[in-house]
């Protein structure tokens, strides 16, 4: 079996550590495994800017070190691909419902019913509400819990009212403490332009490849301005919203489109 590696960690993999890889790898009777343990955990945290990430080397120490003694053909750990920010819109997306300034006035008129539910508060007998899709919160604990940065991205003049919804509304943080959403939001992009202005803003910002950003959306047509950037763009309906299945196929979709995660398969020569 060959072994799938992103294209930084393959780089610091040929380049930096294979001697201590190779060593931790077949050192599974060894009694300083541990030692090898945290020396991994140090370099990956010193080559953050490579794109290493702890959850790579927590998924390498619990998959490799224990694997039993190895042969020729025993296999290694394959490095799933993640984007570096997942974008959400908010009406049709986060939430079922729209929010609008003729219909809910100021930010003040938000009324929390429950925590998925929030209603107008000068309008209580109507059907002015907004109700969050139930898989949101797994969804954004999900994206912080890969390390990506969570961003806010719709075409409406109401971003007042969007941020304080997104007060009401919780989700966990990577480190499992609830919080606010708008408290987990690293770029909050609520403003009536092209789409493709807000993740210009977030481009220059961030840094980050445009290849390595998925949006989720809603409606059948993705937005052509955003899609020529290099953005992936789910789209889906809004009466369901963003549910865990469609986030995950549109990761799925993101990896196919971005390709193979570094150089062919192939096998690691053995110590």
């Given at each position: 079996m060959g072994t799938v590696l992103t294209r930084p960690f393959w780089h610091w993999w040929k380049n930096e550590k294979v001697s201590l890889l190779h060593t931790s790898i077949?050192?599974?009777?060894?009694?300083?495994?541990?030692?090898?343990?945290?020396?991994?955990?140090?370099?990956?945290?010193?080559?953050?800017?490579?794109?290493?990430?702890?959850?790579?080397?927590?998924?390498?120490?619990?998959?490799?070190?224990?694997?039993?003694?190895?042969?020729?053909?025993?296999?290694l750990v394959v490095f799933t691909m993640f984007p570096k920010l997942v974008a959400l819109n908010t009406d049709g997306t986060i939430w079922a419902g729209r929010l609008d300034e003729k219909e809910w006035g100021k930010p003040d008129n938000i009324h929390k019913v429950d925590e998925f539910t929030l209603e107008n508060k000068r309008r209580v007998n109507t059907d002015i509400k907004i109700k969050m899709n139930p898989d949101i919160p797994k969804i954004i604990n999900e994206i912080l819990k890969n390390d990506a940065s969570l961003a806010i991205v719709s075409r409406n003049s109401s971003k007042a009212l969007s941020d304080r919804a997104l007060y009401y509304f919780k989700a966990k943080d990577k480190d499992g403490e609830t919080k606010s959403i708008i408290d987990l939001v690293r770029y909050d992009e609520v403003v009536d332009e092209p789409l493709s202005n807000h993740f210009k803003r977030i481009h220059e910002w961030s840094k980050f490849p445009y290849a390595d950003m998925v949006y989720f959306d809603i409606g059948s047509e993705v937005p052509k301005d955003v899609v020529d950037l290099g953005v992936t763009v789910i789209g889906g309906p809004a009466t369901t919203g963003l549910t865990w299945e469609r986030y995950k196929k549109g990761?799925?979709?993101?990896?196919?489109?971005?390709?193979?995660?570094?150089?062919?398969?192939?096998?690691?020569p053995r110590p």
């Open positions: 077949y050192s599974r009777m060894n009694p300083q495994k541990r030692s090898s343990q945290r020396k991994i955990y140090r370099i990956c945290s010193r080559n953050r800017k490579h794109g290493i990430r702890i959850d790579h080397a927590a998924y390498f120490l619990n998959t490799v070190l224990y694997f039993p003694t190895p042969s020729a053909h025993s296999p990761l799925e979709e993101w990896e196919r489109r971005k390709g193979p995660p570094g150089p062919p398969k192939k096998e690691l």
